[in-house]
């Protein structure tokens, strides 16, 4: 982070004290190879709850400690539909639509936040296992008998999630590839802009937008048919709500997943003793999954930005109705308050499931349960079928996406 001569102070609250030099710039410059965010673990260190300023200027509070994360995703007077709208403060290069799940309050939330989960129930979900392990197990034995070395992010955390897609929302088999292009474009990277991620996602809605009458037409066993049911009042989504919440929705099943995936391998790399402890102890593997979404860094601009609706306290600091607050859950699942020890990755960790990787409240991420599936069936398939696997290139040369989601482009194994 980059420090101003000083740091802008449009709150009465009280600020915790400042970087050296002044108001740090939020987000600064980084190294993606680095699994976490050393300079806003340094303001943790001094408080919880610190000042920073976006690039643009505009003041903004970071939420840092893991209660103050927390409290800001569940206490109802930080507002996502506040900082929603148009010309509210953003860390991301483009702007959030209204009307979107995660960008509406309750009660508005509430119904859509049921018509979604629907979708997303525990029985659905554990439903899907047998068919992802088959899934998995065919990504591998393509691996495999390609040889090593083999690109395990072109082989298997890429199109895992994407295939994954496809099944949920029922994509026909002749158009995959070219949803798959668009669906890894969504997000701009440091080789997607944010024009080349913007037609993308045009291009993904505008197909979406014909599949959705298809199901209208012919609905079948799938996310989009599922969304199509009326719901407890007998209202049904108009069309444009439901393609506005696909997007996000596509998004937060593809990228998110594939590079989780690609940095806990990545993570075990690192520390290949943390691989020797699954592969003696193999029911570790879904808690290991917990303690790698918990350690390492999938995004450094927050959990999305709040806006205040009324004063509330937070770790002391006292903030006023209007203000704009940034809750890190990169930075809050390193917290050494919460955790023991917290940047040491110990996949026997006994609280790791208390991460914020996937939020809390009422905006707690949905496919939490299929994201843990997919991690936990490919790291069980891996430490299984290779039992040897290890980089084949040395981490240091790997090179990292550079954007709003942080992941290596290749990993290269051998086994």
């Known amino acids: 982070m980059t420090t101003p001569d000083r740091c802008p102070a449009p709150a009465s609250a009280p600020a915790p004290a400042p ?5 740090p710039v939020f987000p600064g410059a980084h190294d993606p190879a680095v699994d976490h965010d050393g300079d806003a673990a340094a303001l943790l260190a001094a408080h919880p709850v610190a000042r920073a300023r976006l690039a ?4 903004v509070h970071l939420a840092l400690g893991h ?44 119904a859509l936040r049921t018509r979604i989960a629907r979708a997303f129930t525990p029985r659905t979900i554990e439903g899907l296992r047998p068919w ?17 070395p083999a690109d395990v992010v072109a082989r298997l955390t890429a199109p895992l999630p994407v295939k994954v897609l496809f099944h949920l929302l029922g994509v026909p088999y002749e158009d995959r590839d070219d949803f798959r292009e668009w669906a890894e474009k969504v997000l701009p990277t440091g080789a997607v802009g944010v024009e080349e991620a913007t037609r993308a996602a045009e291009r993904i809605t505008g197909y979406l937008r014909q599949l959705v009458r298809a199901k209208r037409r012919q609905p079948g066993d799938d996310l989009i048919s599922t969304l199509w049911e009326p719901g407890p009042d007998g209202s049904r989504l108009g069309e444009e709500d439901l393609l506005a919440n696909l997007l996000p929705l596509l998004v937060a099943g593809h990228d998110t997943t594939h590079n989780q995936l690609s940095n806990s391998l990545v993570a075990l790399f690192r520390q290949p003793e943390q691989w020797q402890i699954l592969l003696h102890r193999p029911g570790l593997v879904p808690n290991a999954v917990d303690e790698l979404l918990r350690h390492q860094m999938l995004s450094r601009v927050g959990m999305l930005m709040r806006i205040t609706t ?21 930075v809050a699942n390193r917290d050494p308050a919460a955790f023991a020890d917290p940047d040491r990755l110990d996949v026997t960790r006994q609280d790791a499931s208390r ?29 299984r079928r ?30």
């Open 19 to 23: 970087a050296a030099g002044g108001c």
């Open 310 to 330: 009324a004063e509330v306290d937070v770790a002391g600091v006292t903030l006023p109705a209007g203000a704009a607050v940034n809750a890190l859950n990169c």
């Open 132 to 148: 992802l392990e088959g899934l998995v197990e065919g990504m591998l034995d393509g691996m495999e008998a390609a040889g090593p």
């Open 67 to 110: 209660a103050a994360v927390r409290q800001v995703l569940v206490d109802p007077r930080f507002s996502r539909a506040e900082a929603s709208r148009p010309g509210a403060p953003s860390v991301v290069p483009f702007h959030a639509q209204t009307g979107l799940l995660h960008t509406m309050d309750p009660p508005e939330h509430s």
């Open 355 to 383: 991460h914020l990787a996937f939020g809390a409240g009422p905006h707690y991420c949905p496919g939490a349960q299929l994201a843990r599936l997919e991690l936990g069936i490919a790291l069980s398939a891996l430490l």
């Open 386 to 415: 290779f039992p040897r696997l290890r980089p084949a290139v040395p981490l240091t040369e790997l090179r990292w996406k550079d954007g709003i989601m942080r992941g290596p482009w290749e990993l290269p194994v051998s086994w």
């Open 56 to 59: 643009d200027g505009t003041p």
